[in-house]
Nanobody, 113 residues
Framework: QVQLVESGGGLVQPGGSLRLSCAAS????????MMWYRQAPGKGRDLVAT????????HYADSVKGRFTISRDNAKNTVYLQMNSLKPEDTAVYYC??????WGQGTQVTVSS
C-alpha cells in the first residue's frame, strides 16, 4: 500500500531554511505528480507546491512563491521541499501526497525566535 514518510522538520528562526524530504513506497512513484501540503494549528490543509512526474513543471501557492522549491528524485522515490526565508506564518505540519492512498504522519515546522 501507499506509504509516505516525511522528515526534516524542526524549529528554525525567522529567515532560516529547512529542507523537507518525503520517502515514498508502495506505488509507482515516477508515474505520479507529487504535492506538499501544510496544516497550521486550527486551520485546514493547504496545498503548498506541486511537481509533475518528471519534475519538468512546478506550481506554488502565492504565499511561498520565490521562497520554497519543490524537487524530486525518481531513482530514490523521494520528493523534497527546500524552504528558505522562513516566516512565522510558515509554522505548520507539512505533508507530502501523491493523490492516492493515505497520508503520511507529516513533519512539524516551527518558525520562531
Amino acid at each position: 500500500q501507499v506509504q509516505l514518510v516525511e522528515s526534516g522538520g524542526g524549529l528554525v528562526q525567522p529567515g532560516g531554511s529547512l529542507r523537507l524530504s518525503c520517502a515514498a513506497s508502495g506505488f509507482r512513484f515516477s508515474s505520479y505528480a507529487m504535492m506538499w501540503y501544510r496544516q497550521a494549528p486550527g486551520k485546514g490543509r493547504d496545498l503548498v507546491a506541486t511537481i509533475t512526474t518528471a519534475g519538468g513543471s512546478t506550481h506554488y501557492a502565492d504565499s511561498v512563491k520565490g521562497r520554497f522549491t519543490i524537487s524530486r528524485d525518481n531513482a530514490k522515490n523521494t520528493v523534497y521541499l527546500q524552504m528558505n526565508s522562513l516566516k512565522p506564518e510558515d509554522t505548520a505540519v507539512y505533508y507530502c501526497y501523491a493523490g492516492i492512498g493515505s497520508w503520511g504522519q507529516g513533519t512539524q515546522v516551527t518558525v520562531s525566535s
